[in-house]
């Protein structure tokens, strides 16, 4: 079976870009998460959804930071104006439920390295 | 404040030796589930083990072992007999359902065994 599928794995640009990164979830998963990976803030939740439908924000950084999720196979993060700062590893992460009566995995996409100039 | 503490930093150990990692968490919830997670120098997050507030049990699966102790607010994890694979960084992790269930990590220890 897939994993959860990141793309893209590496992205270089220059600030003031638009950067898009992509996630497919696990067929069948109805929650989808969103963390950011650095040296100094360790693994950040950003967003994350239940159902498509965006749950709980507070992670987002700022403005400059919007995600979507149009259906239950897709999601989108996307950084407009990106800035040097914003250089991470982003990972996405689903599981089917978080609720006691299941296991409460999350599965982690490979993660997209993002390096902004 | 930070729910899920993992002083360690790094560690480093060579081959064969035992290497325990601690991890002490903080929570008022009654129902709360503990994680770990591995990351290989690859990148990926490859998850470990969980355990759930209601089940105290020690567990062991092959070379790694797992000490959840409520009163102290710890689950640690021991790798016996370590070996060069074994280097990573381990995060541990707590989900809370007051919290809608979500993960928050800690800060990771980084293992190193050298050969």
């Known amino acids: 079976d897939a994993g959860v599928i990141q793309s893209p794995r590496h992205e270089v640009t220059e600030m003031g870009q638009e950067v898009t990164l992509r996630c497919k979830p696990i067929?069948?998963?109805?929650?989808l998460f969103w963390y950011r990976q650095t040296m100094m803030r360790g693994l950040e939740l950003l967003i994350y959804?239940?159902?498509?439908?965006?749950?709980?924000d507070s992670g987002m950084p700022e403005d400059r930071f919007s995600a979507k999720m149009p259906n239950a196979s897709f999601s989108t993060l996307k950084i407009q104006p990106s800035e040097p700062r914003d250089s991470a590893v982003y990972f996405c992460a689903s599981s089917f439920t978080l609720r006691v009566s299941n296991t409460g995995e999350l599965f982690f996409g490979e993660g997209s390295r993002l390096t902004v100039l | 404040a930070q729910k899920v503490t993992q002083a360690q930093t790094e560690i480093s150990v060579v081959e064969k030796e035992d290497v325990t990692l601690d991890c002490v968490y903080e929570?008022?919830?009654?129902?709360?589930?503990l994680f770990w997670y591995k990351q290989p120098p690859s990148g990926e997050l490859v998850f470990l083990i969980r355990?759930?507030?209601?089940?105290?049990q020690n567990e062991i699966s092959g070379r790694y072992s797992w000490n959840f102790q409520k009163s102290t607010s710890s689950f640690n994890f021991t790798i016996t007999a370590s070996q060069v694979v074994d280097s990573a960084v381990y995060f541990c992790?707590?989900?809370?359902?007051?919290?809608?269930?979500?993960?928050?990590f800690g800060a990771g220890t980084t293992v190193t065994v050298r050969a």
């Open positions: 929570t008022r919830d009654t129902t709360y589930y």
């Open positions: 067929s069948g998963h109805d929650y």
């Open positions: 959804f239940n159902n498509n439908v965006p749950i709980d």
């Open positions: 355990r759930n507030s209601f089940d105290e």
């Open positions: 992790a707590l989900s809370e359902a007051a919290d809608d269930y979500k993960l928050s």
